[in-house]
């Protein structure tokens, strides 16, 4: 199998209207975190550039520093733990690219942009993403008596992240034939559901994600309508802008009346991204032979299906280095890099400050390209840490997650 490659979104090019925005955004965020900012926030006036309700977002009285928007005032969630979980949450994704999937899927529109993160933030806290993605595949399996249904998923390999389709983003496997509602409650679902994304972040970094749901051998008794919400919820709500395609292979006629419920679930963009196909010949048009498991007539077998061999815990593991472990090597290295990620991001959040403040439309486009280069690095950087805060996932182990 080919290496699995990403789309990354050239965000350093976003019209000036658009970063205009977002300054805006940024100053909001800067205000629930509590970050000492000095004087006045100013944006330019670009009437005539801008629609209407943008003009009425972005005109008028300057954004005064420390006033918390109305939307965050109901995050019941210290600021200092708000601050924590989004820089840690952004990994191989830089900042500004993380904020633009929100002001896009909400056509710029700042209040409904911040309402938006602002359900996100809440979610995130509620499922505990960052520790989920980090304790992992192992952590489920040495507490498998928390949460046995997770594990009964993990191990009967519902949802794999198996290959790449034809616009090069990495895609999901979804086998609805091994779904069995009996077989886990409807959190351990959505735990489950939730860890497949946010591996699925680390493979698509600032691109997107495609899904094959492979309806072969299909049965009413594998129907389910609850998860099937939830994950549709989740790419339209705390996800955005991350679905590439969504393709549905082999849908037998009893499908039929099921997918006239699923459809008036659907985000029109979101309905927009699925396709429909029937064979190997209509599904290769966007996913090639070898990206294809073989059970499908592809000619993929990298990835054992039938069995599922959880994490050891141990093998390229270096989540617990500690400064009294004897050889002190690789915690030094890891203290580095942890040093190195502090000075990026108060360079990072200094220039964002800079960027927010300056009158100067010339000033403005330098410091937003230093900003995306400093985000890069942030991504760099977070690349040499990740051993050191995550535990291995099975696709570390058999090296189809290279970061």
């Known amino acids: 199998m080919s290496e699995l ?26 205000n629930l975190w509590n970050v000492p900012v000095s004087g006045t926030l100013y944006l330019f006036d670009l009437q005539g550039s801008l629609s209407e309700q943008e003009n009425e977002d972005c005109i008028g009285e300057p954004l005064n520093v420390g006033i918390k928007h109305s939307e965050f005032e109901h995050l019941d969630i210290d600021s ?15 900042p500004d690219c993380h904020l633009l999937r929100f002001a896009k899927a909400r056509n710029f529109h700042i209040n409904k942009t911040i309402h938006m993160l602002s359900k996100n933030f809440k979610f995130r806290h509620q499922h505990q993403l960052n520790k989920l993605l980090n304790n992992g595949e192992y952590k489920i ?3 498998r008596d ?55 972040r680390l493979f698509m970094k600032e ?21 099937v919400k939830f994950i549709i919820s989740c790419f339209e709500a705390h996800y955005p802008e991350s679905l590439g395609s969504l393709f549905i292979h082999k849908a037998p006629w009893l499908f ?47 990835i054992n299906l039938d069995k599922y061999t959880p ?11 500690k400064e009294d472990d004897g050889d002190d090597y690789d915690y030094k290295k890891k203290m580095t890099v942890l040093k190195k990620r502090d000075q990026l991001l108060k360079k990072f959040q200094d220039l964002t400050i800079q960027w927010i403040q300056t009158k100067d439309e010339f000033e403005s486009q330098k410091l937003w390209q230093l900003k995306c280069e400093i985000g890069e690095e942030l991504c760099q950087n977070y690349v040499q840490l990740d051993p050191y805060i995550r535990s291995r996932s099975s696709y570390d182990i058999i090296g189809t997650l290279k970061m």
Request: charged share 20%; proline share 5%.
């Open 80 to 94: 200092g733990v708000l601050y924590s979980e989004f820089w840690d949450m952004l990994r191989v994704e830089s």
């Open 5 to 30: 490659t990403t789309v990354k979104s050239n965000y350093s090019s976003l019209p000036f209207h658009q970063q205009l925005i977002l300054k805006r955004i940024w100053a909001h965020l800067f």
């Open 146 to 200: 928390v949460n046995p249904g997770v594990v009964v998923c993990l191990e009967k390999q519902k949802a794999v992240l198996f290959g790449q389709d034809n616009q090069g983003r990495p895609y999901i496997l979804v086998r609805p034939k091994l779904h069995y509602s009996k077989d886990q409650t409807q959190s351990e679902l959505e735990k489950y559901a939730l860890l497949i994304i946010e591996i699925s």
């Open 141 to 143: 399996f040495t507490e």
């Open 311 to 321: 994490p050891d815990g141990s093998k390229d593991n270096l989540l617990h280095v």
């Open 207 to 227: 691109g997107s994600i495609s899904i094959l749901f492979d309806l072969t051998d299909f049965s009413l008794s594998n129907m389910d309508y609850t998860p």
């Open 256 to 302: 039929s009346p099921i997918w006239n419920i699923i459809k008036n679930w659907l985000d029109p963009v979101v309905a927009s991204k699925i396709t429909f196909t029937k064979n190997i010949k209509e599904l290769t048009k966007y996913i090639d032979l070898d990206q294809l498991p073989t059970y499908l007539k592809g000619e993929n077998d990298s």
